[in-house]
């Protein structure tokens, strides 16, 4: 769940995970001046604050739209061959982005650029191709999965208030765009 700028909040059931994760935000201390651990500053200025506190509100209700929104994408994509995500039975996703992929991204999303839908590219090098991870030496070949994944992603369109005219109009655009 994110803010406007610098913040977030995150959700666990795991006990040790949440004290890792209260860890890093302060420094990676566990108590004050005791750093066991890498932390950062992640602490979360007023105005962040002032905007997550009515997004907590309504989070529950945004995570069941886009859970709805992301099966309405699946089963429409999916009668037209497109890769939709894929989750596993027992879990849900709050679709953070909608990712797909495509064959030939540039020219699916120029077409739909054309239409007046935006996409995006995340991760668009797999990480065994960033600099920080060089010392590895697993050069370009390596993960061939993951670097033609990393050539197909595409982003479309997804927000808990997306209606299903714009879903139509977006999923009409990718399969018009993958013929």
Known sequence: LGCYGDGGAVFT????????????????QDRRYHHPIIGLNGRM????????????????EEVTLREKIG?????????????????EPHNLSV?????????????????LQENGIPTAVHYPIPLHLQPV???????????????RIAERVVSL???????????????????????
């Open 133 to 147: 991870f060089a010392y590895l030496n697993q050069p370009k070949g390596s993960f061939p999965i993951a670097e």
């Open 13 to 28: 059931s795991d006990d040790e995970l949440a004290k890792k994760m209260g860890y890093i935000r302060l420094h990676g």
């Open 45 to 60: 200025d007023t105005l962040q604050a002032a905007i997550m506190l009515p997004k907590l509100e309504i989070f529950p």
């Open 95 to 111: 679709y953070a982005q909608y990712t797909v992929l495509v064959d030939d991204r540039e020219k699916v999303q120029k077409k």
């Open 71 to 87: 099966a309405r994408y699946s089963k429409l994509l999916a009668q037209h061959g497109i890769v939709t995500p894929y989750i």
């Open 157 to 179: 369109p997804m927000h808990p208030y997306l209606s299903e005219k714009d879903q139509d109009m977006v999923v009409a655009s990718v399969a018009n765009a993958i013929k």
